[in-house]
């Protein structure tokens, strides 16, 4: 299984970047796809979810800001970030989790750094 996540980069404040996961090794529409990011010194925390059925959410910090999308024919979840802000700088991952007889399996991929600056 991978999951590979690109895209990420240096931007100035109010500006965009797309990042992009692609997998292999799953069956991609089964599982849900999740972006996190761990900036230096704090927890790893959720940003946005797209089911496999995709219906999105998102944590409160970046609502209205970032998209979350999916490609099932690509195998590729999008995370569309506008608007930066500094404080969106981390490093971000995806994640892939799906329920099997009640277990829950998930793989991660490696990390995009994303550094907003002011």
């Known amino acids: 299984v991978q999951l590979q996540a690109s895209g990420g980069g240096l931007v100035q404040a109010g500006g965009s970047l797309t990042l992009s996961c692609v997998t292999s090794g799953i069956i991609f529409s089964l599982n849900d796809m999740v972006w996190y990011r761990q900036a230096p010194g704090k927890q790893r925390e959720l940003v946005a979810t797209?089911?496999?059925?995709?219906?999105?959410s998102y944590a409160d910090s970046v609502k209205s800001r970032f998209a979350i999308s999916r490609d099932n024919a690509k195998n590729t979840v999008y995370l569309q970030m506008n608007s930066l802000k500094p404080e969106v700088t981390a490093a971000y991952y995806c994640?892939?989790?799906?329920?099997?007889?009640?277990?829950?399996?998930?793989?991660w991929g490696q990390g995009t750094q994303v550094t907003v600056s002011s």
């Open positions: 994640n892939a989790r799906q329920w099997v007889e009640f277990r829950l399996i998930d793989y």
């Open positions: 797209v089911t496999r059925g995709s219906r999105t």
